[in-house]
């Protein structure tokens, strides 16, 4: 599949204006863009370290799936996303390769990017996002 790198790793968080002022204020980052996802139930707030973003999520509602997440397994890492080329294409590659899909066509999400996870059943308990530049 070659990723190009780690393009972000998600992190869930009860309250973003909370998780926002501690990432700024102790670990001297910059919060570059807050956004909603509204087909996904999150708010997302970017931070740059190096080449990977950070990206704290904050549920919209409790049914979402990052509510869901805390609900069941509180705050935390809630995934790692990698950057690929061709992301359509390796969707029905990693499916014959019996990697669950989540999502079995791309869409879009937080920063104008497609993406599409993999069920963690598949990656070793890790949630795991595929990201494509559009």
């Known amino acids: 599949m070659n990723p190009t790198h780690v393009e972000h790793i998600g ?3 009860k309250n973003l204006d909370e998780a926002i002022q501690l990432y700024e204020n102790i670990f001297g980052l910059k ?4 956004e909603e996802v509204p087909d996904q139930k ?9 080449q990977t973003k950070i990206e704290l999520l904050e549920s919209t509602s409790a049914d979402g ?3 869901k997440f805390i609900e069941k397994k509180g705050e935390g890492i809630h995934h790692i ?3 690929v080329n061709g992301l359509a ?12 899909l989540i999502d079995k066509q791309p869409r879009k999400g937080a920063e104008g990017l497609n993406i599409a996870f993999l069920h963690p059943k598949s990656t070793f308990g890790v949630l795991t996002e595929l990201c494509e530049k559009p």
């Open 89 to 100: 294409a390796r969707l029905p590659y990693l499916e014959k390769q019996g990697i669950q």
């Open 42 to 50: 999150v708010k997302t707030a970017f931070f740059m370290v190096g």
């Open 81 to 83: 996303a990698f950057a």
């Open 11 to 13: 992190i869930a968080v």
């Open 31 to 34: 919060c570059y863009q807050v």
């Open 65 to 67: 799936p990052i509510g």
